[in-house]
């Protein structure tokens, strides 16, 4: 790895803290199947983008049924690794593939149904060049539900997100309600 994308790195939540978020404890404040379930269908296609350690990847996977595939998208290789094991542990992994993403691309050209990014773009160094990405693999009437903490980034901070989505082509369909974050749905 270069010195450039050490760097780039160094904000990006290190893969052993995220043992604190991923925990049994934390669906009951946030529930995939209540956050998503109106948002993802039996046969759906699906990114979890900053997926972690797949808390919301096994959720989205349920979701999508056996028709359905969801593609868990990280910079770091134990994040994959802990959502191959918990696929393994749930029998979901033939519905979920795993993609390493590099710090200035995802790396990905297949369209998809919806796309989840949660608690990640304020790590994204290049938010534009990252959401200009995301909205060219989504499908037309495609969903886009972008979240992000309350505890880091504040309300200014998130409606610049929201613009520059919107400058992007993103369409903002209704903020939603979601347990310690902001969050908006988009579609194009």
């Known amino acids: ?17 995220t043992f604190i978020f991923d925990n049994p404890a934390r669906k009951l404040i946030q529930s995939p199947q209540k956050i998503m379930g109106d948002l993802l269908h039996t046969g ?8 972690g350690m797949g808390y919301f990847t096994i959720g989205m996977a349920k979701l999508v049924g056996e028709s359905g595939r969801v593609t868990a998208v990280d910079l ?18 033939n519905r ?14 297949e369209p998809v149904d919806f796309v989840l990014t ?3 773009v304020h790590e994204v160094p290049n938010k534009e060049n990252f959401l200009r990405e995301v909205r060219e693999l989504l499908k037309p009437g495609g969903r886009y539900l972008f979240v992000e903490p309350k505890i880091h980034v504040s309300a200014k901070a998130f409606q610049a997100t929201v613009a520059l989505a919107e400058q992007i082509g993103f369409v903002p369909v209704e903020a939603r309600q979601i347990a310690l974050s902001r969050a908006m749905l988009f579609t194009i």
Do not use: Y
């Open 44 to 51: 759906d296609t699906a990114l979890d983008i900053g997926c």
């Open 1 to 17: 790895m270069s010195q450039k994308q050490l760097a780039e790195n160094d904000h990006v939540c290190p893969w052993w803290l």
């Open 76 to 93: 770091q290789a134990e994040m994959l690794a802990g959502v191959e094991k918990r696929a393994r542990r749930h029998g979901l992994a």
């Open 96 to 109: 979920i593939a795993l993609h390493r993403a590099t710090p200035n691309s995802l790396g990905l050209s």
């Open 118 to 120: 949660f608690w990640m």
